[in-house]
């Protein structure tokens, strides 16, 4: 099954429902948990997979640098996760 949804910024999602079931997104939650800032790629990507993952970086894109806004891929990536209590447990 999965869990649908849209961003606050307007990015549409689709998480497999047994993410929360993953050790390995544990461990890698755990360690973004104790400031390991870049620990944040490796959820997304096991949150998202690696082409949902691919379309949320075009999203956030700017069109004038080309620049994918890490401001924006937090605020996605967020906006997911705690959209859903699923995804968390």
């Known amino acids: ?3 649908t949804g849209i961003t606050k910024q307007g990015f549409h ?6 993410v929360g079931d993953d050790w390995e997104l544990i461990e890698i939650l755990s360690e973004m948990n104790n400031d390991e800032y870049l ?3 490796p959820f ?5 997979g690696n082409a949902q ?9 700017d069109k004038k640098t080309g620049r994918v806004l890490t ?6 990536i967020m906006d ?9 447990n």
């Not at 997304?44 to 998202?48: E, T």
């Open 1 to 3: 099954m999965k869990i």
């Open 13 to 18: 999602y689709s998480v497999d429902d047994a």
């Open 39 to 41: 620990s944040v790629v």
């Open 44 to 48: 997304a990507k096991k949150l998202l």
């Open 53 to 61: 993952y691919e379309r949320l970086k075009k999203f956030c894109r």
């Open 71 to 76: 401001s924006k891929m937090q605020e996605n």
């Open 80 to 88: 997911i996760f705690n959209s859903n209590k699923t995804v968390k």
